[in-house]
């Protein structure tokens, strides 16, 4: 045995000064300043929503509206931001929820009732991820392409199950748990789902060996292949883990509308890149921020509710978001070349 | 003194980094015609001052003149427009391009203002080509087919496009074999002959010796001596300058006794198509073994098929008697093997994070149960680790990245070291490295064999082989042509051997 270090378990030695921050700021993630500036931003939003529509902005449902409508976005983004992070990318997770979210409301599926509903939109979900991770991982695809083409057979194939018709849920145990009812101390049930999603996910990306894996991948395949990581199984697990997400969020969707149809999830991949790109995670890779990304998250369905209430049209929002994703991008760029 | 101003003249150029002073009040005159040379030890901020030059990075405060007038670099193109060229050392071409593309990528000849001349470009190309001594490369081959050497050649003939007056060089001789370094000389010389002014930086103090006209030494951002006459200031009062120390290249010293015992890492005919020809090689706990070969006689090669990043056409790898895996680096990891790359930064470092971080990537699973990361156990074993190889600055929290070459190997070897790795593959060790950590790193690795490592080395400098190594097996054109103690050989006998026959390429 050669062994030169023993690694001092709970050695007295003390920790570098900036591996030891106060709670509350590691809970912010490293980057504050580029938190500190979403929640400005976001903080900003509610300000203008608050002064627009004063009555109907602030008020207590229309807050669980904005929460329940981040929550089935927020859980791909999620997904998507352990993706990116290991340098790829997923643009298959608006057309997997379709998938799922119809799958799973068949009506040979709703006999199987609650619990049927819920293992078949993530077991769909997963199922698609696979296929992504395999091709990606194994077969030498390019994610960009693996991705492209499971967005177009997801979609299809949510098209040829439902034959484009609406298809109404009629499991009572879905349904109330869209009612008000449910709600635990006014938290609708889906907010709770991407809360716990959320901290789940942040857990995993920043307190375990999964996470440092991923970053490993992401700032540098070949340094992690010779590290003695394997990548491959980790870049499969990543597509898995993005595809359980659109699974959830699917389940999440069908409680949230009632119904399945083949056009769910329209743009997903589009609304969750952008989230993850604006709260600070790399596209290239190596650095991801899950507090970012719910961030992203909050600002783009904030702003969605915003341009709703003052009865803009989508394609003002549209335009909107673009002119805020290059600002975010554009100011990031800044603060980044000053570290 | 020159009667004319100097072409370049850089005085009290400072440039801070957030939590570095890159560079504090540097002077450095260029007179037209002279190939200046820049020495100091990684970090002592001659790379920053070479940005400052091409125009990449802007000074905190200082002036500069060229010829005489105050000028600011705004950009690399202004530096561009004034006759300033830089030649990095990690070549910045285009792979996917043609050579004459990237020659002129940026100012192609254009018929209309828009439409590119390909064949003028080519044309000139070509010209560029066979003044620089390389009239064999084809101007319409990609330049991601060309060998490093030739890719060199590229990058000057890019620089050599414009209407130059200073070419700064950095580092341009590492990747080079001697024939090659000896035609770069050539085109110093007539660059020189023509009154372009040369700026040359190396780690190796003999080229400076043989082509350059005068030495400016660069010590933590300051330029410690200036102008200095290159062909007679003593190596030592340049070493000195450099380190504050007066050694020079210090090997340590071997044990008394033979290292004993049976072999750890055995070799068996291990092969690979076109690349190597069956090898046989043992490696004993404490024992050093060097393979010493130009570039292109397959060691990197080797060493990577051993760690099982490449996949052997033939033979197989033993440790303590069991076979590894072939082609996995997992296995080669698992049984006890661990690789410094050649490239540290494209292969060895997570150059976004922390130096706990890089030097825990590999020992993960011993810091987590499952998969929770116990990170103060983590941050722990990673700063013995990097305090046992005396890693500087010692707070392993700092981004690896903020390191100088030396230290960043070091960050590399602590991995292994804390993964407990019981036979170590060193590639280039020392590439990037400058003479002061040099001889650290040196005993590092003695320390490391006396205490039971086995380790396996690649140099392309025969010194620095025949100085570490216990056994040297020397290599030609992937065949082992000589085995001996390293006491038995000497630098011009190891020289023979690797040239002998070679073919006049």
Known sequence: MTQHVSPPRGSADKVPLTEQLPAWRTLLGRADVRTLSLLGVLAALVLIGGVTKPDEF???????????????????????????????????????????????????????????????????GVGC??????????????????????????????????????????????????????????????????AVVTVIGWLVLNRTTFGRRTVAVGGNAEA???????????????????????????????????????????????????????????????????????LGVLIFTTITNIFALNNLQSDVQQIAKGAIIVAAVLVQRRTASTT | MAPEPPLLSMSGITKSFPGVRALDGVDLDVQAGEVHCLLGQNGAGKSTLIKVLAGAH???????????????????????????????????????LSVAENVHLGHEPTAAGFVVRGKAARVSTAQLLKRLGHPEIDPTRLVGQLSAAQQQIVSMARALSHDVRLIVMDEPSAALDPDEVDNLFRIV?????????????????????????????????????????????????????????????????????????????????????????????????????????????????????????????????????RPLRPGSVRSAVRAGLGLAPEERKAQALLMLESVTRNVSVSTLSRFSRGGWIDRRAESGAARAATRELSLRPDNPAVPVRTLSGGNQQKAVLARWLLRGCRVLLLDEPTRGVDVGARAELYAVVRRLADEGLAVLLVSSEVPEVLGLADRVLVLREGRVVHEAHARELDEHRVLDLVMEGSPAS
């Not at chain 1, 635990?184 to 991407?194: R, T």
């Not at chain 2, 330029?223 to 504050?244: D, F, H, N, W």
Request: net charge negative; with cysteine; proline share 3%.
């Open chain 2, 189 to 321: 010389g007539d660059l020189t002959a023509d009154g372009v002014a040369v700026v040359y930086i190396s780690h190796r103090l003999e080229e400076i010796r043989r082509i350059g006209d005068r030495v400016t030494v660069l010590k933590d951002g300051r330029a410690v001596a200036g102008g200095l006459p290159a062909k007679s200031t003593p190596t030592r009062e340049v070493v000195a300058l450099m380190t504050g120390r007066n050694v020079e290249y210090v090997f340590p010293e071997r044990p008394v006794s033979a290292p004993g015992g049976a072999p750890v890492l055995e070799v068996r005919g291990l092969a690979r198509d076109g690349e190597f020809e069956a090898l046989d090689l043992t490696v004993r706990p404490g024992e050093i073994v060097g393979l010493a070969g130009l570039v292109g006689s397959g060691r990197s090669e080797i060493l990577e098929t051993i760690y099982g990043a490449r996949k052997p056409t033939a033979g197989q790898v033993l440790l303590d008697g």
């Open chain 1, 129 to 194: 991820g696979l296929v992504n991770g395999l091709l990606v991982a194994y077969g030498g695809m390019v994610p960009f392409i693996a991705t492209l083409a499971m967005l177009a057979s997801a979609r299809g194939l949510a098209l040829q199950i439902t034959d484009g018709k609406t298809q109404i849920v009629t499991v009572d145990g879905i349904l109330n748990l869209g009612e008000r009812d449910s709600y635990v101390l006014g938290i609708p049930p889906l907010v709770l789902v991407f």
């Open chain 1, 224 to 294: 992690a292949r010779l590290a003695g990581i394997d990548v491959r199984r980790q870049r499969l697990y990543l597509y898995l883990l993005s595809g359980l997400c659109c699974g959830i969020a699917a389940f999440l969707l069908i409680i949230l509308s009632g119904s399945g149809q083949n056009t769910n999830g329209n743009l997903y991949e589009l609304d969750a890149i952008a989230a993850a790109i604006i709260g600070g995670t790399l596209l290239s890779g190596g650095r991801g921020t899950i507090t970012g990304s719910v």
């Open chain 2, 58 to 96: 802007q000074p905190d405060t200082g002036t500069i003149r060229w010829r005489g007038e105050d000028v600011t670099l705004r950009s690399p193109i202004a530096a561009m427009r004034l006759g300033i060229a830089t030649i990095y050392q990690e070549l910045d071409l285009v792979e996917h």
């Open chain 1, 58 to 124: 602030l008020d207590t449902r229309n807050l669980q509206l904005v929460l329940t409508q981040a929550s089935v976005i927020g859980v791909v983004t999620v997904g998507m931001t352990f993706v990116i992070t290991s340098g790829g990318i997923d643009l298959s997770v608006g057309a997997i929820v379709a998938l799922s979210s119809v799958w799973a409301t068949t009506v040979a599926t709703q006999e199987y009732g609650f619990a049927g509903i819920l293992f078949t939109a993530v077991i769909v």
